[in-house]
């Protein structure tokens, strides 16, 4: 509990968006990629590490279709997946970036569709 008898706020990403600790400043990323100094220069595009993916875009179920849309319950929704994981590298536009601020750290939510490519560290079965 905090001081006012609240529980700690937590961050809930929303939609198709991620959240983001940017990396800042460097010409080659932690995962060991280059970005351009013209890239770089312009801020067209950066990178970070994704700590929160939000639920993917909501998508009626094909049957509910038939039926009135008003009439829909919560029951039916699913989501599209997202492609983005937690602990992903992502590089994207930053001009579809917003930067917040949460407990005295910046954070960037990207929407999915500004990532340009993710690297992930995964595990040959």
Do not use: C, N
């Amino acid at each position: 509990m905090t001081e006012h008898g609240f529980p700690p706020q937590r961050l809930h990403v929303v939609g198709d968006r991620v959240l983001i600790t940017p990396e800042e400043g460097e010409d080659r990323t932690r995962v060991g990629l280059y970005l351009p100094a013209s890239a770089i220069d312009t801020q067209s595009v950066q990178s970070g590490l994704i700590i929160a993916t939000g639920p993917g875009d909501p998508i009626p179920e094909p049957a509910s279709l038939d039926d009135e849309p008003w009439r829909l319950d919560g029951q039916s929704l699913r989501f599209r997946p997202m492609q983005a994981r937690v602990g992903d590298h992502a590089i994207f536009f930053r001009k579809a970036a917003v930067e917040i601020t949460f407990e005295e750290k910046k954070y960037l939510v990207v929407p999915q569709a500004a990532i340009l490519v993710l690297v992930r560290d995964d595990l040959p079965i």
